[in-house]
Structures are given as structure tokens and as C-alpha cells.
């Protein structure tokens, strides 16, 4: 589906020496060329650093719950920069909008604080390592007295959005993939084991991940019997969901994103 123009409706840590996180969080400070601009009108913040088990290891994420006390359960994941404040900012976003919702740290405490890094730090990153941290953010999250769902919902941005679409191939309990602009050439699919519907949302002007991918991949999935839906923004480029790069982020295309987002997952969570 491709839109017609369309509002838009982000925190140290030190972890034991058996940790997941083994580096200490220094203060953020943005990605060379990131400009922090408004952001969503939420309480200063919502959630807070927790623990969970995976890879026989202790990992660490950005976890907040809903107001509400229970709702279902979603899994957000990361660009290439890291767990950054733009990162935490949308879970407590879920969190306002009555899920329970943690952000895996797949980066393990290190922050790209430019694109050269980035790159360095997303090509380094043990592929099946982070979806078993993803998976294991996701079973914590289920087991808390916040959830109220069977299944978690994985949404992903940038190389969030390909391990997204990658944890829908390998987990059972995922029960809904939102993938923006995803894309990320080691992380191999194997659609024939996607079970959950999933998400595909893409900009125009997307160079990055060019939109032409998502109509393939909707095209490949259809023909496969699987849940699929496309959307692409006109006139939104790569990361237009990102709220603190003002180069990029286009918000009415986000809040389009953000509204078709929380219900998807509304309607495939609640199954």
C-alpha cells in the first residue's frame, strides 16, 4: 500500500561481571549529525534498566509497563546506534499506549556516536547471539505479572526492523513482526517458518532500504500463504520514524506509522 500524504503521535548502567552488558552506560550524547528536537509529550520517563536471562548469560534492556497494570507484551529493537534515548522513548511509548515493553541492549552498553562507527559496531554483531537475546527480552517480558498477552510482538527499526523480521522466522512466541525499513544482509530468513503476520513499512525515498524490497518481500510472503501488509510513506526517507533526527523524521508519516503500529499489534496480540 502505498499512502497518500498524511502528526506524529528517548536515558547508566553497570552490570555484573557475567553480564550481557559488561560496559558501563556513559551520559548520551546524540550520533554526530543528530539533532534532538520536541519530543512526544510523555512524563520525563516511564521505565528503567532490568535483567533478564539468555545466551546462560544475564542481559540487559530498557523495560516499561503500562499504567493500566497489564497489556500486551512487545519487544523494541534497536537502529544501529544503540539502546539510545530515541530507543527508550518509544518503549515508554508502548507503555503509554498500555503495553508492557522492553528494549533488548544488543550492543551491550556501547553507543555509535557516528555512522562509521555504527556500521563497525551492526557488522560485528553475532547475528544469532542478538535474535537469542531478543527471544529471551521477549520470554522475561511474557512471564511478568505486566503482560497480559501469549505472544509478543517484535518491532524493529533499521537493522531493529531486519532482526525483527529475522526473530519472526525463529520464534514460536512471536506473535507479531512490525518491521520499519528493514534491512540487513546477514540476517538470513527463512520465510517458510514466519507464522506470525508482520508489518512492512517503508519510505519512498528510502536509500537505505529502498522501498522496492518491501513490495518484493510482500509479494514473495503472499505467494506463500503468509499474513503480510506493506506501506509506504511518499516522500519519507530512511529513518523517518526518528524523531530526534530532524533531517529525516517526517511526522505526519510517523504518526501514520505509530497509528497502524499500535494496531496491528493490538489485533494480533489479543489472539
Not at 503521535?9 to 554526530?32: E, K, M
Not at 497480559?148 to 526473530?167: H, P, R, T
Amino acid at each position: 500500500m502505498v499512502l497518500s500524504r498524511l502528526q506524529r503521535g528517548q536515558r547508566g548502567f553497570l552490570a555484573n561481571p557475567f553480564s550481557c552488558s559488561f560496559v558501563t552506560r556513559r551520559p548520551f550524547s546524540p550520533p554526530d549529525g543528530v539533532t534532538i528536537i520536541a519530543r512526544y509529550n510523555l512524563p520525563r520517563k516511564m521505565g528503567s534498566r532490568v535483567e533478564f536471562p539468555s545466551n546462560a548469560h544475564t542481559c540487559s534492556g530498557y523495560f516499561a509497563a503500562p499504567k493500566s497494570g497489564k497489556g500486551p507484551a512487545v519487544v523494541v529493537i534497536q537502529e544501529w546506534w544503540g539502546l539510545v534515548p530515541h530507543i527508550e522513548d518509544v518503549v515508554d511509548r508502548f507503555a503509554n499506549e498500555g503495553f508492557a515493553a522492553i528494549a533488548p541492549d544488543l550492543y551491550h552498553g556501547k553507543i555509535a556516536k557516528s555512522p562509521d562507527q555504527a556500521e563497525k559496531l551492526k557488522m560485528e554483531l553475532d547475528i544469532d547471539r542478538a535474535e537469542r537475546e531478543i527471544a529471551g527480552a521477549g520470554e522475561w517480558l511474557l512471564k511478568q505479572p505486566s503482560s497480559s498477552s501469549k505472544k509478543y510482538g517484535v518491532v524493529g527499526f533499521c537493522l531493529g526492523g531486519a532482526l525483527a523480521q529475522y526473530a519472526g522466522t525463529k520464534e514460536a512466541n512471536a506473535g507479531a513482526v512490525v518491521s520499519f525499513y528493514g534491512g540487513f544482509q546477514k540476517a538470513q530468513r527463512d520465510w517458510k517458518n514466519l507464522h506470525a503476520p508482520i508489518l512492512l513499512i517503508y519510505g519512498e525515498n528510502d536509500q537505505s532500504v529502498p522501498p522496492e524490497q518491501g513490495r518484493q518481500l510482500e509479494q514473495q510472503l503472499k505467494k506463500m500463504g503468509k499474513s503480510v501488509q506493506l506501506v509506504i510513506y511518499p516522500g519519507a526517507d530512511h529513518a523517518f520514524f526518528n524523531d530526534t533526527r530532524k533531517h529525516v523524521y517526517k511526522s505526519d508519516a510517523a504518526a501514520d506509522a505509530w497509528r497502524r503500529s499500535l494496531e496491528f499489534l493490538r489485533t494480533n496480540l489479543s489472539r
